[in-house]
């Protein structure tokens, strides 16, 4: 324990001990408790920018031990280079699993969709993700998702990565009697495009997570762990366990189909994004699932 208590204070974990297994999800065979877990930095979008190292050293601090970046104005590698980036992130114990990005204005410049391709190789990142799309108005619009997806995908995997999909709430929305997500799993080569599953918006949407998972597991390697609650009928973040989310069945559903890598978000805060994911890291080293 004196050494481990050590390890928290400084923030120093030796870089190749987190290489994923399926010993590295639980603190022991019994217990299930997940262990390896991550963030996904845009929940402290308001103050990373101003101090990047600080930053990820506070969350590498609090437990979090993979990061998810996003593309900020300083670029998902935050202003250093790609040698720079593992090498920082080495000495702090964490590793930069996967990056969300700007996919809609990159698939228009093939350059720059290259050049983010490339940096997250160099960087040594697994996973390249779509965060957004938008509601579409007809199943000709999800068609040329799902095409376009495949071909990115492809783009994607020669450079040794994987391209995925983030989804809000409006993919688990009907179209004329049918999901928009399901559509996109069946319509998507798996060796191409794989998923990312917001445990927070599939349940804004009404959509039983479980019963999904049961039946898509096999597509989805990473998973936004997220909360939330209705305020006039409108979801509202919040932190971890305060919620409408069922973690415990929630979280063991994703962990019996396959799920690779939970990244905690939170993007509002009762008092403020630091407080939170320090609130949220202490909740998921407790969870018993």
Known sequence: MQRRNFLKQSGLLAAGAFALNSSDLFANSNSKIIKTFGVQLYSVR???PKDPKGVMTQLAQMGYKQFESYGGAKGFLWGMTPKEIKSFLGDIGVKMV????NYTGEIKKPEELKKSIDLAAEAGLKYILCPYLGA???WDDWKRIADKFNEVGEQVNKAGLKFGYH???YSFHLLD???PQEYLLENTDPSKVMFELDLCWI???GVNTAEHLKKYGKRYELCHVK???????KPVQNDLGKGSVDMQKTLRAALDNGMKYFMVE???YPESSLISLKYDAEYMKKLSI
């Open 177 to 179: 009697g049918k999901m």
């Open 167 to 169: 989804n809000h709430d």
């Open 46 to 48: 308001d103050v990373l």
């Open 203 to 205: 349940d804004v949407a």
């Open 136 to 138: 579409q108005k007809t």
């Open 266 to 268: 939170q993007e509002e």
């Open 227 to 233: 909360d939330y609650k209705k305020e006039n009928g």
């Open 98 to 101: 996967s990056t969300h990005f």
